[in-house]
């Protein structure tokens, strides 16, 4: 697979790469797959935070407010 960058993110990850003493493209690598383990994340944190809702577990905005108002009072 081939992905092309524009000059100025190919600098700035060639900077980066040097910084840490790596070749750019194992930079990229641990980059992309950092970023699909996030997202993976994130989209299960969704799915879980949906059925929970779908059950009826959740707190309003106004719950929230009162909750933490012990919290942001000096």
Not at 31 to 38: A, F, G, H, P, Y
Not at 50 to 62: I, P, Q
Request: hydrophobic share 35%; net charge negative; no cysteine.
């Amino acid at each position: 697979m081939e992905v092309q960058f524009s000059p100025e993110l190919e600098a700035k990850l060639n900077q980066s790469a040097a910084r840490q003493g790596r070749r750019p493209d194992e930079l990229v690598q641990q980059l992309v797959e950092r970023q699909l383990d996030e997202d993976a994340r994130f989209i299960e944190a969704v799915r879980i935070g949906d059925e929970a809702l779908a059950r009826g577990e959740y707190v309003t905005h106004e719950e929230v407010g009162k909750l933490l108002e012990p919290y942001l009072r000096p």
